[in-house]
């Protein structure tokens, strides 16, 4: 429920994911037309990343991974409730190197839970994150560089660091039966770093002539009062849920130059503070500032949902507006210049309706969502004249409506179809920014799955699933009118097979294909630097045998091998950062994973209930909506997920 991107207001444009996978229990994934109290940033949706929760008994665990290439990893937890203190507390490393040269990294990651009932009715929680990571940089290749080893490195001396310091207080209040105020407050201190070789123009085809330094520190405080109540009429009841937010946001950009190693030496100092910028002729190189900003930023939103459930529950109509106002500002260094921008906003409705009984359910939804320019685009698009326009945020409008089956002799199935039309839609790179004033994006999804021991008992524990989605795109208004929007592959289809047997053990395979796309608004096919172009089609497949069973006096064991890229498929993405080209994507790997845990029981009946709940089914069921987010998050944070 707390926004983890850094400034300016809530850009999910994260170059540090700031979270170990350990920390991280489940993800949710929440659709457009119902999530007006969450935002900006929610074109088709958001993602809320769950934790571990504080557990009833006290409970320790150990889990460890590693692959073949050396990428291994580590966490180990404590939680547990204290007569009415609870309290969790985990620590994860990771460290090694990746299938690419110039790839080693180590990260650590922490994090802290308290919750304590105050009173019956007033319940207090914390959650603190800590998070620290070193990495080299393999940068991207060539086309003539991928073609003689696509697993190499040319780029020796780039490399990333930054850490992130977070914490929120949540303060829950039920006065009454049926109300809630719960108050979040929070704040973050995130603090990246990059350095890369390049040249004065940026330009990936010349030779590379300097190393770059971009120094970036960001700083976000924010509070969030929510009061929600429920209403009881004579044939329907109704959630209602009020609320607001305001985020304060700082941030300090810099960058330096200072000259490559000689002899193929380490690399140069260049200079990490973000305080100052130098600048003069008396001035050392490494010292001398080339971007200098300080950024300011305010976000205020308020929003009003009412959820109807009428027909004993079968019809549910959620309705809710959001209203975002912000306003940026700047100064700039370099030229003491200062830079406000005016006070910029909208209303953002939502609206879902969903209809369904016991088998069979339909829904149709629609929402919007803001988008708040960031620093860099407003330095590239600066107005020089009263006749000068800003940047404007960028809006998105998302329909969506499907059919569900949620159960037909162990058969469940979905149907959805989308539509989205963004309206100044940004791409920002490192030298210039693409403002596509329209453009649109639609599709259908659909999905099987089949668990035949639900009327077979002889096959109980087989899941069979198969699914496929179709996406069209363009772009509606621009020097690109009628190409086809980037990253938006027209065909996908996946599925998979696993079975579990009685005593825990689970074994399947999977396989998904993805179709061809492009990678810029030009729909550009080849490029001789490589950041540029169309990436292939590519399948994947893996295969896991893994094990989770509840040993006597509490024990658990979790154990799992398998293969990802199963047929060795070659494939690649693309970047076009300041080291951009090709990137080769995962070979055939290896992995292993294991874990051990142990829950204190207190007492014979909490013995006997442990052991009932871990055998007890849980079949979680995503909508197709969910399913095209997770597979969008995965594309676009794929290195650390």
């Not at 639609?442 to 035949?452: F, L, T």
Request: aromatic share 12%; with cysteine.
């Amino acid at each position: 429920e707390v926004p983890i991107a850094p400034a300016p207001y809530g850009n999910p444009s994260l170059s540090l994911f700031p979270l170990s996978l350990f920390q991280i229990a489940s993800i949710d994934a929440v659709r457009g037309g119902a999530s007006v109290r969450f935002g900006p940033w929610t074109s088709g949706g958001v993602f809320n990343l769950v934790s571990h929760p504080i557990p009833e008994n006290p409970t320790i665990s150990v889990t460890a991974q590693s692959d073949q290439f050396g990428d291994a990893g580590a966490a180990a937890s404590y939680g547990g409730t204290h007569k009415k203190l609870g309290v969790y507390v985990e620590y994860a490393p990771r460290f090694g190197k990746t299938y690419r040269e110039h790839s080693e990294f180590q990260s650590h990651g922490g994090i802290i839970k308290f919750a304590y009932p105050i009173t019956p009715r007033l319940k207090i929680e914390s959650n603190t994150h800590l998070f620290w990571e070193k990495t080299n940089l393999p940068g991207g290749l060539r086309t003539s560089d991928y073609e003689v080893d696509r697993f190499q490195s040319v780029r020796p001396y780039d490399r990333f660091n930054g850490h992130r310091e977070g914490t929120n207080l949540k303060l829950r209040w039920k006065p009454k039966p049926n109300h809630e105020l719960q108050i979040i407050g929070f704040y973050s201190h995130s603090v990246r770093s990059s350095v890369m070789a390049s040249n004065m123009d940026r330009n990936l085809a010349m030779p590379v002539t300097l190393l770059t330094s971009q120094p970036r520190v960001f700083d976000v405080v924010g509070i969030e009062p929510r009061y929600a109540l429920r209403i009881d009429h004579k044939k329907m009841f109704q959630d209602i849920s009020v609320g607001m937010r305001g985020i304060y946001e700082t941030a300090r950009l810099r960058e330096f130059w200072s000259d490559l190693p000689a002899a193929g030496g380490p690399p140069a100092l260049v200079s990490g503070d973000t305080k100052a910028c130098p600048k003069g002729l008396s001035t050392a190189p490494e010292l001398l500032g080339r971007r200098c900003l300080d950024g300011r930023t305010g976000g205020y939103s308020f929003y009003l949902e009412d959820k109807l459930y009428l027909l004993d529950t079968k019809l549910v109509i959620t309705g809710g507006l959001r209203a975002e106002i912000m306003r940026q500002g700047f100064y700039d260094l370099l030229n003491e210049k200062s830079v406000p921008r005016p006070l910029q906003g909208g209303l953002l409705p939502g609206f879902n309706v969903w209809y369904g009984g016991d088998n069979v359910a339909g829904f149709v939804g629609y929402g919007r969502s803001f988008g708040a320019p960031s620093y860099f685009s407003a330095t590239i698009n600066m107005p020089t004249s009263s006749d000068s326009r800003w940047i404007q945020p960028e809006l998105a409008d998302m329909v969506e409506g499907g059919i569900k089956l949620m159960e037909l002799g162990g058969v469940y199935a979905d149907v959805t179809a989308w539509y989205k039309y963004f309206r100044f839609l940004r791409d920002e790179g490192d030298n210039a920014i693409a403002i596509i004033p329209g453009a649109h994006a639609y599709g259908v999804e659909a999905e099987v799955e089949w668990e035949p021991g639900e009327v077979w008992e002889r096959v109980d524990g087989l899941e069979l699933k198969l699914g496929y989605a179709y996406t069209g795109s363009r772009v509606l208004k621009d020097i690109y009118t009628g190409n086809r929007m980037p990253w938006y592959p027209v065909h996908e289809a996946w599925g998979s097979a696993a079975y579990r047997f009685p005593f825990g053990l689970k074994f399947g395979t999977s396989a998904e294909y993805t179709g061809k796309q492009f990678t810029d608004y030009g729909n550009i096919t080849q490029w001789a630097t490589g950041e540029l172009g169309t990436m292939p089609a590519y399948t994947l497949m893996t295969a896991f045998a893994g094990l989770q069973a509840p040993l006597p006096q509490g024990w658990r064991l979790e154990f799992t091998v398998g293969v990802k890229n199963l047929l060795n498929q070659v494939w690649f993405t693309r970047t076009d950062d300041l080291n951009g080209g090709i990137l080769a994507m995962r070979p055939r790997t290896f992995y292993l994973n294991i874990g051990f845990a142990h829950e204190f029981i207190r007492g014979r009946s909490g013995e006997q209930a442990r052991r009932r709940e871990a055998k007890r089914k849980d079949y979680p069921r995503q909508t197709a909506s969910e399913r095209r987010n997770q597979r969008l998050m995965k594309r676009m944070y794929g290195a650390w997920l």
